[in-house]
């Protein structure tokens, strides 16, 4: 059974908050939600080319601040009621695929030094990850706290940092378990 995909309406959530072209859109994510959510550019310009075609985006010229023009998207109103009808009518879906869990699962059929090199860089990436949201978590209070989605990015945050220790802690004590064998 093939999945749908919901790259069309992260786009359109992104550029209701801001009007961007592609390459910005994925810093964008790159920047805020990629600890829950990720899109290549091999996704993200063939479903721009899709919204504009389907009136739910629309590319315009803009004059940045140094006085060059550049293309951007911004989100149209039908492009807002159709994001703000998926936001309502679908029911929320986790991502089951998890590599990790499936590599610890199925773990004796692997090299158990591999295994805990695997681990050990999921430990440095979930490092990573806590450091960059304690990044977005103080931009959040200094430049974003009067913005009305504080409180959701907060609460989202809150989430994702509690989910990383979790990760980092758990991944610790399966790479000793391993080593000890």
Known sequence: MKRESKTQYALLGILSQCEMNGYEIRKYIESTIS????????????????????????????????????????????????????????????????????????????????????????????????????VFQKELKTDWDNHPDNEYWNLTLEFAEKQTMLNLDWIQKVKGKIKEK
């Open 35 to 134: 600890f829950f959510w990720n899109e290549s550019f091999g996704q993200i310009y063939p479903t721009l080319s899709k919204l504009e075609k389907d009136g739910l985006i629309k590319e315009w010229e803009k004059t940045d601040t140094n006085g060059k023009k550049k293309k951007v998207f911004k989100v149209t109103r039908p492009g807002l009621e159709e994001f703000r009808r998926w936001m309502d009518e679908s029911p929320i879906q986790t991502n089951k695929r998890n590599e990790l869990l499936f590599k610890v699962f199925f773990g004796r059929h692997m090299n158990p030094k591999l295994l805990v090199e695997q681990l050990e860089g999921e430990i440095n990436k979930q490092k990573q990850d806590l450091k960059a949201l304690k």
